[in-house]
């Protein structure tokens, strides 16, 4: 089992750039793929960034794409996510998820953060 623990979250102005990590408890982190996902209220959650269990392989939603970067340091049992460019559409509460294998859907998803909420100012 993993217990997820994020921080980073906060406001920020349109084009600036905020870090969220995910510290991990439980010494099974390293055998979980990683996922950020996002959630806005009224809306689905949804898939924003993700990394394999060894780091090697990441993917991204096509809408942050380029802006946002997702890594991992297995030692430290923790994930980040680089958030750069922001745009005032990213405003969100941002989870960080553990998964077995690589996934973009929130059901595959077993174990969950509490879900910092990001603000972006125009």
């Known amino acids: 089992q993993v217990q997820l623990v994020e921080s980073g979250g906060g406001l920020v102005q349109a084009v600036g750039s905020l870090r969220l990590s995910c510290a991990a408890s439980?010494?099974?982190?390293?055998?979980?793929?990683m996922g950020w996902l996002r959630q806005a209220p009224g809306k689905e959650r949804e898939f924003v960034a993700g990394?394999?269990?060894?780091?090697?392989?990441?993917y991204y939603a096509d809408y942050v794409k380029g802006r946002f970067t997702v890594s991992r340091e297995n030692a430290k049992k923790t994930v980040y996510l680089q958030m750069n460019s922001l745009k005032p559409e990213d405003t969100n509460v941002y989870y960080c998820?553990?998964?077995?294998?690589?996934?973009?859907?929130?059901?595959?998803?077993?174990?969950w953060g509490q879900g910092p909420q990001v603000a972006v100012s125009a």
């Open positions: 998820a553990a998964t077995t294998g690589i996934a973009t859907r929130s059901a595959t998803y077993a174990y």
């Open positions: 439980g010494r099974t982190f390293r055998a979980y793929a």
């Open positions: 990394i394999s269990s060894h780091g090697g392989t990441t």
